[in-house]
């Protein structure tokens, strides 16, 4: 899969993307504790952050596979 990093996010795991491959389909909290384990630097950002699958933002029941793009979104602020 590619997991891409937006924002500030880019700072905290010192990538724009990375290829990830976990051989089996996984929950957002298996991809999380994947995350966490290659990045400890998310877990303060990860209250704030949501999870996309190709496009559509994920949720508890979504399963992440290997040909996915998943975006971690940190919170959007406007003006």
Do not use: K
Request: aromatic share 8%; proline share 5%.
């Amino acid at each position: 899969m590619r997991v891409l990093f937006f924002a500030h996010l880019q700072d905290v795991t010192g990538c724009a993307s990375r290829e990830l491959s976990l051989g089996t389909p996984v929950s957002v909290e298996q991809l999380w504790a994947r995350l966490l384990a290659d990045y400890p630097g998310l877990a303060g950002h990860r209250a704030n952050v949501r999870l996309a699958r190709n496009w559509d933002y994920a949720n508890a029941e979504t399963l992440f596979t290997d040909g996915d793009e998943v975006a971690l979104i940190p919170p959007v602020s406007g003006g």
